[in-house]
Every structure is written in structure tokens, then in C-alpha cells.
């Protein structure tokens, strides 16, 4: 099967990296390892944790759960009112911890004010950690021995895999430095051989750094940030970013109409690494159920 396709219609000559073509080769593969653990009478289980009714998090939620049904992965939702005590939320953490069905746990981010997310994220237990946000696990990750990598830097990877861009030796620019995305993302590429530069608000000419970037990954949330001019001509560039533009359309932070028609592969939005995460969270939980 392909999945990157070259649109030869208008100015546009990158090959679009399809995430969505992808993700459901992803999803095919985990649905076999699913079988093959049922067969052997362990089935995965995912539990996620919902606190409040942040629009956003619901949809994603939902389309997590969606996806554990098309793989056969068990899925638990545990929906909270917004007002929860931080000490409710952890002692239910405490109960998914010591459940020997569940074998990732993931609480959706962001939370409510009232709740420590470290706090939570350091009380689930390191080999129930389907995001990979624990600090155990980006211990693991930052010396090169990973037990979870965090599911959107994780899909970038494979997503990276797709354009066929070689990686060792290649120069990668990343503009963020979140502990979600910009910091795995800068570890992965490290890993795979990049010589890696982390970008953020206060880098001092973004441009610079980015034009000699054979791989540009941008995820800071910022519409329109990286323009035509930024990009080093060839390039790979993978867009992060989800925003919403002035009439409401949701977009990322690459100018998709001018940086096409100068990189040598791009990922729209959406379609392009929002599945891979959802994918990614997939891989990881059935790679927890198959350590036992």
C-alpha cells in the first residue's frame, strides 16, 4: 500500500505524508498482536481518565476509545465531574495501578485547575504509562533505552519513516520544548542519529536555524508560523501544531499553501500527525500487555 502521494495540481510539488493511510496500517498490525495475546488469553486493556468537559479532550477521548474497539483492545472510560479533588482522581489511579486487567492508563490532559498534572502523572505506575509522560520513562527515553515513547513524537517518527528521510546525520530543527512533543522529539531524532536544534520562544532568529533544516518538525501552536522562506528547500517538514484559524478552521503552525511548494515532503492538518498519536497510544498499550 502507499501512502505518500505527490499532488501535481497547483503550485503544491511535496509529497503529502498521508497519517491517516498510515495509521490504519498501525492500527492493522496492533489488531494481529491483540489476537495473538486473546488467542493466548490476555487481552490488552486501556484505561482513560476524563476529568471535566474540556470540548476538545471529549473529542479526542472519544476517538481513543473508538480506536480500542477497531483493534480489540479492552477500553475503560472513567468520566469525573470538573470540580474532583486531586485525591479522588489519585486514589482512582490507585485502583487502575492494581487492576491486572488494565495495561496502559492514560488521564487525559489538560486538567482542571484544582489538580497537580505532575502530581497525577507521577502517580500512575511507569509500566501502565501508555502516553510515556512519566518521569521514570523519560528517564528511559533520555538514555536511550526506552520503555514508552510519548505517542506524537512517537507518530512523527514512523510518519518520518514514511517520507523515507534519513535521519542519521541529518540536520532536524524542532520549534518547541514542551515535555509532550519538543523535548522526545528532540531525544528521538537524537537516537536515530540527527544533529538536533531545539527552537522556542525566545531563540533569537528562528529563520536562521530553520533554513538549514533537513528535517523541521513545528510544535509550538502558533497559526502560520513557519512561512516558505524558513524552509530549506527539500526538506522534510512535519507539522504538529492545531489551531484554529480567524474563520475557524483548524490548522497547523506550517504555512501548508507556500511551504508546499518548497519542501520535499509535508504533513497537512488535519490528516497528518494527529492519527499517528491516536495510533502510537495503540502500539504502546499493546507492548505493555505483551510485557506482562
Known amino acids: 500500500m502507499r501512502f505518500g502521494r505527490v499532488i501535481p495540481c497547483g503550485p503544491m510539488t511535496a509529497k503529502l505524508l498521508d497519517g491517516n493511510a498510515l495509521a490504519r496500517q498501525v492500527r492493522t498490525e496492533v489488531a494481529r498482536r491483540v489476537q495473538a495475546l486473546a488467542d493466548a488469553g490476555r487481552r490488552p486493556g486501556l484505561a482513560v481518565v476524563l476529568v471535566g468537559d474540556h470540548p476538545a479532550s471529549a473529542v479526542y477521548v472519544r476517538h481513543k476509545v473508538k480506536d480500542c474497539e477497531e483493534v480489540g483492545i479492552a477500553s475503560r472510560l472513567d468520566r469525573l465531574p470538573a470540580d474532583?479533588?486531586?485525591?479522588?482522581?489519585?486514589?482512582?489511579?490507585?485502583?487502575?495501578?492494581?487492576?491486572?486487567?488494565?495495561?496502559?492508563?492514560?488521564?487525559?490532559?489538560?486538567?482542571?485547575?484544582?489538580?497537580?498534572?505532575?502530581?497525577?502523572?507521577?502517580?500512575?505506575?511507569?509500566?501502565?504509562?501508555?502516553?510515556?509522560?512519566?518521569?521514570?520513562?523519560?528517564?528511559?527515553?533520555?538514555?536511550?533505552?526506552?520503555?514508552?515513547?510519548?505517542?506524537?513524537?512517537?507518530?512523527?517518527?514512523?510518519?518520518?519513516?514514511?517520507?523515507?528521510?534519513?535521519?542519521?546525520?541529518?540536520?532536524?530543527?524542532?520549534?518547541?520544548?514542551?515535555?509532550?512533543?519538543?523535548?522526545?522529539?528532540?531525544?528521538?531524532?537524537?537516537a536515530a542519529g540527527a544533529t538536533v536544534t531545539v527552537c522556542h520562544s525566545r531563540t533569537r532568529d528562528l529563520a536562521a536555524h530553520t533554513r538549514r533544516a533537513d528535517v523541521l518538525v513545528a510544535a509550538v501552536g502558533r497559526v502560520g508560523l513557519v512561512t516558505a522562506d524558513m524552509v530549506k528547500p527539500g526538506a522534510t517538514v512535519i507539522d504538529v501544531g492545531m489551531n484554529r484559524d480567524a474563520s475557524g478552521r483548524l490548522c497547523g503552525d506550517v504555512d501548508f499553501a507556500s511551504v508546499s511548494s518548497v519542501a520535499g515532503a509535508i504533513t497537512p492538518v488535519p490528516g497528518g500527525v494527529g492519527p499517528m498519536t491516536r495510533a502510537m497510544l495503540l502500539v504502546n498499550t499493546v507492548e505493555a500487555a505483551e510485557r506482562g
Open 84 to 190: 474532583t479533588p486531586q485525591t479522588t482522581l489519585l486514589e482512582r489511579i490507585a485502583q487502575l495501578n492494581a487492576d491486572p486487567a488494565v495495561h496502559g492508563i492514560l488521564v487525559q490532559l489538560p486538567l482542571p485547575d484544582q489538580i497537580d498534572e505532575h502530581a497525577v502523572i507521577a502517580a500512575i505506575a511507569p509500566h501502565k504509562d501508555a502516553d510515556g509522560f512519566h518521569v521514570s520513562n523519560v528517564g528511559l527515553l533520555a538514555t536511550g533505552n526506552p520503555r514508552f515513547r510519548p505517542c506524537t513524537p512517537y507518530g512523527v517518527m514512523k510518519l518520518l519513516e514514511l517520507a523515507g528521510t534519513r535521519l542519521d546525520g541529518a540536520e532536524a530543527v524542532v520549534i518547541g520544548r514542551s515535555n509532550i512533543v519538543g523535548k522526545p522529539q528532540a531525544l528521538m531524532l537524537l
